[in-house]
């Protein structure tokens, strides 16, 4: 009987994955990530390898686990991904998001990008290498996180603050939100690597103002005053601040800055990383048609570039005005790392061996991964799930969107990709 490989399995394993309920809506009021993390555990153990289970709270978990390499003396290798998803309404799916259904060639479900592919991948390549008894060229450590979703507390923020030993000769990463493929017009892909990543600034804003009846004169409105410096925010026109790791994509992809909105479904993904930006996304105030409230309060959404975090943090406090306040709901710092050095040549060998046509270019990402953690004990890290996507694939609308699903070959793809990477890292 021919021996089962890691092509064989993950597709399954993704499936699995994806229809165990690990919903996190921040609240920590959700289904947890306790039995998505014995099922991984349990996967790990299935070949042989001891994982860890860490509970940071009633049904918040993680897992660890590491492959003793070659050289034990070198710097560690780090593989994580998260096991937590964002909600969803199921009413809006054409296929259950709990389903993991196989159709049109793609899995459907919630974290089918986001990121319970890499997680299946991640595990299909580590029981394919351990049952076959290839150790990697340095250890590896396998972490599955809890939480990345709403800002890590329960995940990554703690471990690295309650369980920094787990991370011991740890010296790089890779996680998600990288690798994947973007066709061009002229048969090229570049495959898009993940080497910097917006700062977060999630900020709670409030204004006080003099209670009083609706129908009587009041100058001195906190809804008003809150609405006004909300409108501000939102209409902001940020200027264009180019980093280092934008001006070599947008180099690799021939365009300037003007030009990015000809890349379709991805304009949405480069182009916000062209500046800073802050979102409103809340707004609260009053509590009946005829009283003026004593306050009101607020939450924007603010990601600023790496290197430009004074500036973001100095035109929000212009736009705020005298008599609105901030403080911070999130705060974590923006990531940027060379795009150069052995690990990146092995992920560029790896994409091209297994596609002539893969040229791997680095980019930033605008929103944020369990790296910032990560980042606090020194390793440095890129986002690399390798996935070869069909030309026509809205891949970036899939991230917390309806309807995520990732092709079956591209899984297969990528456990790939990964396994003929780590024999070159």
């Keep these: 009987m021919t021996a089962l490989t890691g092509e064989d399995e993950v597709v399954?394993?993704?499936?699995?994955?994806?229809?165990?309920?690990?919903?996190?809506?921040?609240?920590?009021?959700?289904?947890?990530?306790?039995?998505?993390?014995?099922?991984?555990?349990?996967?790990?153990?299935e070949v042989g390898l001891e994982a860890r289970i860490l509970e940071s709270d009633d049904r918040r978990a993680n897992v660890i686990a590491r492959?003793?390499?070659?050289?034990?003396?070198?710097?560690?290798?780090?593989?994580?991904?998260?096991?937590?998803?964002?909600?969803?309404?199921?009413?809006?799916?054409?296929?259950h998001p709990l389903s993991g259904e196989i159709a049109d060639g793609c899995v459907w479900g919630r974290g089918a990008v986001d990121m319970k592919d890499m997680d299946a991948m991640i595990l299909a390549v580590a029981r394919q290498r351990v049952r076959e008894g290839r150790r990697p060229p340095r250890d590896v450590v396998l972490m599955f996180t809890a939480d990345?979703?709403?800002?890590?507390?329960?995940?990554?923020?703690?471990?690295?603050?309650?369980?920094?030993?787990?991370f011991e000769g740890v010296t790089e990463a890779i996680g998600e939100v990288g690798g994947f493929s973007v066709s061009l017009g002229d048969d090229r892909r570049l495959y898009l690597i993940e080497a910097a990543e917006k700062g977060m600034a999630w900020m709670r804003l409030k204004a006080e103002g003099r209670a009083g009846h609706g129908s009587m004169l009041n100058a001195?409105?906190?809804?008003t005053e809150l609405a006004e410096a909300v409108a501000r925010i939102g209409r902001h026109d940020w200027p264009v601040r180019l980093t280092p790791t934008v001006k070599r994509l947008l180099e690799e992809l021939e365009l300037g800055p003007d030009d990015v909105d000809k890349l379709g479904p991805l304009a949405r993904m480069i182009g916000a990383v062209l500046r800073n930006t802050a979102n409103p996304t809340m707004f609260q105030g009053?509590?009946?048609?005829?009283?003026?409230?004593?306050?009101?309060?607020?939450?924007?959404?603010?990601?600023?570039?790496?290197?430009?975090?004074?500036?973001?943090?100095?035109?929000?406090?212009?736009?705020l005005g005298p008599n609105v306040t901030r403080e911070f709901v999130q705060h974590q710092?923006?990531?940027?790392?060379p795009f150069e050095?052995?690990?990146?040549?092995?992920?560029?060998?790896?994409?091209?061996?297994?596609d002539p046509a893969a040229k791997a270019v680095p980019y930033t990402l605008s929103g944020g991964t369990d790296l910032k953690a990560f980042s606090r004990l020194g390793i440095t890290g890129y986002g690399f799930a390798p996935l070869k996507l069909p030309a026509d694939l809205d891949f970036s609308g899939m991230f917390h969107g309806?309807?995520?699903?990732?092709?079956?070959?591209?899984?297969?793809?990528g456990v790939r990709v990964l396994d003929r990477f780590l024999g070159l890292c």
């Design 220 to 223: 001195d409105n906190a809804v």
């Design 402 to 413: 309806v309807d995520e699903r990732v092709p079956v070959d591209s899984l297969r793809f």
């Design 341 to 354: 050095g052995p690990l990146v040549s092995a992920m560029a060998e790896a994409l091209l061996a297994e």
């Design 148 to 166: 990345e979703e709403a800002g890590g507390a329960y995940g990554a923020n703690w471990l690295v603050n309650n369980h920094p030993g787990l």
């Design 333 to 337: 710092v923006a990531l940027e790392f």
């Design 286 to 319: 009053g509590y009946k048609a005829n009283v003026i409230p004593q306050s009101a309060e607020a939450v924007v959404d603010g990601r600023f570039l790496p290197g430009f975090e004074e500036e973001f943090f100095a035109t929000v406090d212009e736009l």
């Design 67 to 95: 492959i003793e390499g070659e050289d034990p003396g070198r710097g560690a290798l780090m593989l994580h991904g998260h096991l937590d998803v964002v909600p969803f309404d199921a009413g809006d799916w054409r296929h």
């Design 12 to 45: 399954d394993l993704c499936r699995d994955l994806i229809r165990i309920d690990s919903r996190n809506a921040g609240d920590n009021a959700g289904p947890g990530e306790r039995q998505a993390a014995e099922y991984v555990a349990g996967k790990l153990a």
